[in-house]
């Protein structure tokens, strides 16, 4: 099965900052929409301790040949010594909704 579609998902440390990230990536044409999900809670391990912190999620929809692009954008833009950068297939959806996607990156 080919991907055609893809969510792109990373995670910050405040609203203002997945508000940038989302706009300025839409504004790169490497996603055709985002959405800012939080504030979440995330638990995870760091420097050898385990953390907790308050993040908010960033979901851009892109075609799939813009995710690297994407991928790329989103790690010299982030302000994390290492960012979340997860890949997730769409592997269905509105025709009309998933053509709107790829034109928007182009």
């Known amino acids: 099965m080919s991907v ?5 998902t990373t995670t910050v440390d405040s609203e203002a900052a997945a508000r940038t ?3 300025s990536a839409i504004e790169a044409r490497l ?38 692009a994407l991928e790329e954008f989103l790690n010299v833009r982030h302000p994390y010594d290492l960012p979340e950068v ?15 996607l790829v034109e ?3």
């Open 31 to 68: 996603a055709a929409c985002a959405q800012i999900v939080g504030p979440i809670t995330s638990v995870f391990r760091w420097e050898e301790e385990v953390q907790t912190a308050t993040e908010w999620r960033v979901e851009c929809k892109t075609a799939a040949d813009r995710s690297g």
């Open 4 to 8: 055609d579609h893809v969510v792109v």
């Open 104 to 106: 928007e990156t182009r």
């Open 86 to 100: 997860v890949v997730t297939p769409i592997i269905g959806g509105s025709p009309r909704y998933l053509a709107w």
């Open 21 to 23: 990230i989302a706009a």
